[in-house]
Each structure stands twice: as C-alpha cells, then as structure tokens.
C-alpha cells in the first residue's frame, strides 16, 4: 500500500493551530522551573482576570446598532454564534492545563544526561522496559507527567473551553541557544488531535505524524508510514518524537469514539497512553462525551500518575446563579429595534426549551432575533417556543427525555446523561477527585471522591465559628450540611441550617460525623457570661423551637430579609 493509499485510508482531520514565537526566556519564581528551557520559554502564569479576559467572546454591540437596516441587524445577530461566555469551568480547567505542563517538564529538562540517553536507549526498549520501583525508566527519567479527562453532556462547550486554554499557549516555540549554549529545536507545547472515528491506534499514531508535520514542517509521516507498517512500529516512533519536540501536552478529543473498537482495542489505546505518561513523560489529556466515562473507569484511571489535579465533568447548567449569569450576558447582545427586557418568564422559558444546554441556548436565542427582526421585533415566550418547535427539531427528542427527568429512559442517551452504575464506578476507581459542574452535581451522591463547592464550605464554616463551633466541628458540620443537600440551594438557607444543627448537644452529631470522646463535666459557663451573649441564645427551651428565630426575634443576627441583603451585596 502506498503512502497516498494510507492517507486516504487514514483521512488527516485539520488539528488546531496556536501560534509560532521565538524562544524569550522568563526567570522563574518557582525553584523547580528554573533552569530548564522548556517552562522558561513558556508565557507568565496566568492570572484569572487575565484568562477570563482572554477566553471570553463577546459580539461588538451598541445600542446605536438598532438604528440599523433590518438586513445589517441580521447579518450582526449571526455573531452570537461564536459567543462564549467565561464559566467557572474555564478557569479551573486553565489552572490544571498550566501546572500539568510545567509540572511535566519538570523531569524533561532537554539538558540533562538522563533526557539526552534516552534516544540513546531506543524508545522500543524503553516502553517494553517499563519503569522500576522508583518509577525511572531505562534512562533514569522519573516521569512527573500527569493526566485528566474532561467528560460530560454534548453541547456545553468541552471542546471550546478546552481549544481556547490551549490557545492561550504558543503551540511551537522555537529555540536557537540557551544560556549561550547552541540549542536549536522546535518545541511542540500542545498538540490537539480526534480521536479517529474507528477508535483506531494506527490512525490515531498517523494522525499525530501528519499534525506534526503541519505544525512543524516536518517530514515524518513520508519517513514513518508505509506500506505495511504496523501499529507497533508506530508507537516507538511517535514516543520518539513526543520526546524530541518536548511534547507539553497530547489532548485526545472525541475518546468515545474507542467505544466503537472491538474487544481489546480500547484498552490497547489507553495503555498507551498509560505508558506516556507514566514511562516517557507526556501528559495527556482526554476529552469525551458520557460515554467514554466506562472506557476510563477501568485500568486506565488507576494507571494514571496520581497529581491532585482530579477529572472534570461538565454537565448542562441548574436553574440557578450560573445560569442566570450565562442568560444574563447572552441577552445583552440583541438587535431588535426595540429593546427586549429579560424577565423571570423569559429566563424560565429559556431554561425549558434549552434545559441548560449552552450550544442549544445561544442558537435558539439567534434564531429567536431573526423570526423577531423579520416579525414583530420582540422576543416573548411565544416566539422563543414557536421557535424551537420549527426549527430545532432534531434535538426536541432529546430536550423531552431531559424535562421529563426519568434515569431509566436519559440512561439510553449516553452521550447526554450517564448510566449511575458507571459513574459511581468511575467515581470509585479514581486516584483523584474528580470536579464535577451543573446539572449532575445535584443527582450525584456526595463522597469523598467528588469535590464539594468550596466556597460554600469556607462560608458555612465560617457561620458555624462564629456561632460558638470549634473548628473541627465547624467543618464537619459544614461538610455534612453541603453533601445532604443540592449544590444549587441558597446559601443563606445552607447557613440557617447550620445554626440550626448547632443546637444539638455535643453526643447528638450529625449521622455521618465520626463520634468523639465524650469531654469531663465542666462547670455551667451561663454564670460566667454576660446577659447579651450570643451563646445564651443556643440554650434551646424546646425541642421544636428554632433557633434562629430566636436569635433574630432578639435581635442578635440579621432577618431572613436583612441576611440576603448582606450576603448578595457583599
């Protein structure tokens, strides 16, 4: 077969492109980084306000746009298509991508013996050899690679959130000396690549000469790929390479797609991931629908190096504070000729009709400006329905299983919603903990493997401190408060409980909280306090009596009212 009759067999997909810089070194603030020029030649850390300016996509829009012909409006309206709203999930997935490569080449400097021999070792060898009980390959390198997955429903924007962090990075940074030293090399930062719809390793290994090549100039592909040449020729030789452009950062997206392998064939791929990672020093990163969540529950999720950094799950978002600030921001771009307030009505019709999908959300809002601009030029839960039902039909099927709510009936639906049995698998066999955001983090039992929110455990330990609680009963109750409850409660509801609980006494824990001995009598402190103690407010008269209440009837903490005031404006 020859090389034009692989590459037809093996269809190249376009990878993304970042940009090419010429090396400029920053001095290092962290003692690990320094001296090595792969993290040196790398931009600053970033700040979030910095990635959240950068990340974020917003159409240029004025008021004075609506002044506009009808045809100028509606071409303007076509640039909410590429609207991105910066998410928590952007932030956080920023911070793992920055100390996954630097903290991978911690152990990649290109100037060290161990670096340099293991092209003299052969990369065959060193994936057949392993690494020992140190976890030093053949060479000596003592891989400090580390991997993640982000997985999650179909439209709520893991490819984007992960395409603009990469581009954030140069992609190829090239070096011609260092510290007066020759250094001459094109280094590969991150490279993004499909899984191939097959699920194939030899189209995934091909794919990733043919990237390369594009980003590079390189010829590998026509000095790697012929006829005849098997997948284990292929992977030594993508090692190899991987090793010699200091590969920062390998993302596989689309892994679902190994669903479609026959018996054996996922696992081949994501051993050798494992063997990336763990032997040759990669990081990898997978990105996926819920369907890919029982491929990477298995071997590969306990292979992987344990870091703390932890998977990401992305679900559709909850009628609550973020889908209110992802509604609010999206509204704003609107060429109507008159303008269209965003009531309550409008944000729950919104909701229904898209139920928090953030792809369905921002087409269905374009297309409800356009029936508008054309009709009465007013957006009203009306239109948004008639909308949908004309001209988003392939996915009201979908939008049905979602509103109806029915785990048995969204489990057929493995791209949007996970079989539980497997998820807690997943959950159960993580190294890490695993962050999850929206929807799921209300349907998923809390347990030591799923992250809480923890600006919301810092808060209710905090109500609990100033309450009376010492500090290890401030976090459990805290803790236990948070994983009995939705992530999407109010938080002055979540603080009144946690006042609420302080009224047991010190042998009535909360069920999940680990009982402690029980301390020697001491004397009754009410003597010694003052009548306006706060604690004097704990002594409960009743077992019915709320407690809170009655801090507020006297006057010692905030109404319902006055407490959300300070809470929201604070």
């Given at each position: 077969m020859s090389r034009a009759n692989v590459k037809s067999q093996f269809m190249f997909s376009p990878s993304l492109r970042g940009s090419h810089v010429k090396a400029m070194y920053i001095q290092q603030e962290i003692e690990g980084y320094k001296g090595n020029p792969f993290i040196e030649a790398l931009p600053p850390i970033f700040e979030e306000e910095y990635v959240a300016k950068a990340i974020a996509k917003r159409p240029a829009h004025t008021d004075e746009q609506r002044k506009l012909g009808k045809q100028t409006r509606l071409h303007l309206v076509q640039q909410i298509s590429d609207y991105v709203e910066v998410l928590p999930i952007h932030l956080t997935l920023e911070q793992r991508l920055s100390r996954l490569i630097r903290h991978g080449y911690k152990a990649r400097n290109p100037f060290t013996t161990e670096y340099v021999r293991q092209f003299n070792v052969g990369f065959q060898e060193l994936l057949n050899g392993g690494v020992d009980e140190e976890g030093r390959n053949m060479a000596g390198v003592r891989s400090t690679a580390a991997s993640f997955a982000v997985l999650g429903v179909s439209g709520q924007g893991k490819t984007t959130s992960?395409?603009?962090?990469?581009?954030?990075?140069?992609?190829?940074?090239?070096?011609?000396?260092?510290?007066?030293?020759?250094?001459?090399?094109?280094?590969?930062?991150?490279?993004?690549?499909?899984?191939?719809?097959?699920?194939?390793?030899?189209?995934?290994?091909?794919?990733?000469?043919?990237?390369?090549?594009?980003?590079?100039?390189?010829?590998?592909?026509?000095?790697?790929?012929?006829?005849?040449?098997?997948?284990?020729?292929?992977?030594?030789?993508?090692?190899?390479?991987?090793?010699?452009?200091?590969?920062?950062?390998?993302?596989?997206?689309?892994?679902?797609?190994?669903?479609?392998?026959?018996?054996?064939?996922?696992?081949?791929?994501?051993?050798?991931?494992?063997?990336?990672?763990?032997?040759?020093?990669?990081?990898?990163?997978?990105?996926?629908?819920?369907?890919?969540?029982?491929?990477?529950?298995?071997?590969?999720?306990?292979?992987?190096?344990?870091?703390?950094?932890?998977?990401?799950?992305?679900?559709?978002?909850?009628?609550?504070?973020?889908?209110?600030?992802?509604?609010?921001?999206?509204?704003?771009?609107?060429?109507?000729?008159?303008?269209?307030?965003?009531?309550?009505?409008?944000?729950?019709?919104?909701?229904?009709?898209?139920?928090?999908?953030?792809?369905?959300?921002?087409?269905?809002?374009?297309?409800?400006?356009?029936?508008?601009?054309?009709?009465?030029?007013?957006?009203?839960?009306?239109?948004?329905?008639?909308?949908?039902?004309?001209?988003?039909?392939?996915?009201?099927?979908?939008?049905?299983?979602?509103?109806?709510?029915?785990?048995?009936?969204?489990?057929?639906?493995?791209?949007?919603?996970?079989?539980?049995?497997?998820?807690?698998?997943?959950?159960?066999?993580?190294?890490?903990?695993?962050?999850?955001?929206?929807?799921?983090?209300?349907?998923?039992?809390?347990?030591?493997?799923?992250?809480?929110?923890?600006?919301?455990?810092?808060?209710?330990?905090?109500?609990?401190?100033?309450?009376?609680?010492?500090?290890?009963?401030?976090?459990?109750?805290a803790e236990y408060v948070i994983q009995q409850n939705e992530t999407e409660r109010d938080i002055v509801a979540l603080r009144k409980e946690v006042v609420n609980l302080l009224q047991q006494n010190s042998n009535d824990k909360p069920k999940e909280a680990k009982k402690r001995p029980s301390l020697p009598s001491r004397r009754n402190k009410d003597e010694f306090m003052d009548p306006d103690d706060l604690r004097q407010a704990l002594k409960v008269t009743s077992e019915k009596e709320d407690i809170y209440s009655k801090l507020a009837d006297a006057g010692n903490v905030p109404t319902d009212q006055e407490l959300e005031k300070l809470i929201f404006t604070s």
């Open positions: 992960i395409e603009s962090t990469l581009l954030l990075y140069p992609q190829v940074v090239e070096h011609t000396s260092y510290n007066g030293n020759p250094f001459t090399l094109k280094q590969l930062v991150w490279l993004k690549l499909n899984c191939p719809f097959d699920g194939s390793l030899k189209g995934l290994c091909i794919n990733f000469f043919q990237a390369v090549d594009a980003q590079l100039g390189t010829n590998y592909f026509q000095k790697f790929v012929s006829r005849g040449v098997t997948v284990d020729i292929l992977i030594p030789n993508m090692a190899q390479i991987a090793t010699l452009h200091g590969l920062g950062v390998l993302v596989i997206d689309e892994i679902q797609n190994l669903s479609t392998m026959k018996s054996g064939g996922a696992e081949k791929m994501l051993n050798y991931f494992t063997q990336l990672i763990n032997t040759i020093g990669v990081p990898v990163i997978t990105v996926g629908t819920y369907k890919a969540v029982k491929l990477l529950s298995g071997s590969f999720s306990q292979a992987r190096r344990s870091t703390g950094q932890g998977d990401l799950i992305i679900d559709r978002l909850t009628q609550g504070e973020e889908w209110n600030y992802f509604i609010e921001g999206l509204w704003r771009y609107q060429w109507t000729s008159e303008k269209c307030p965003l009531t309550a009505a409008l944000k729950d019709s919104m909701y229904v009709l898209t139920q928090g999908i953030v792809d369905i959300a921002v087409k269905l809002y374009m297309l409800a400006q356009w029936e508008a601009i054309d009709g009465s030029n007013k957006i009203t839960s009306s239109l948004l329905k008639e909308t949908a039902t004309r001209h988003m039909r392939l996915v009201q099927p979908i939008l049905k299983l979602l509103k109806g709510n029915n785990p048995e009936t969204l489990s057929l639906v493995d791209d949007l919603y996970p079989q539980w049995n497997v998820m807690d698998d997943f959950l159960r066999n993580s190294s890490e903990k695993t962050t999850m955001y929206g929807h799921i983090r209300n349907q998923t039992h809390r347990t030591e493997k799923v992250e809480l929110d923890q600006d919301k455990l810092i808060e209710l330990v905090k109500t609990a401190l100033d309450f009376g609680a010492d500090s290890d009963k401030a976090e459990k109750i």
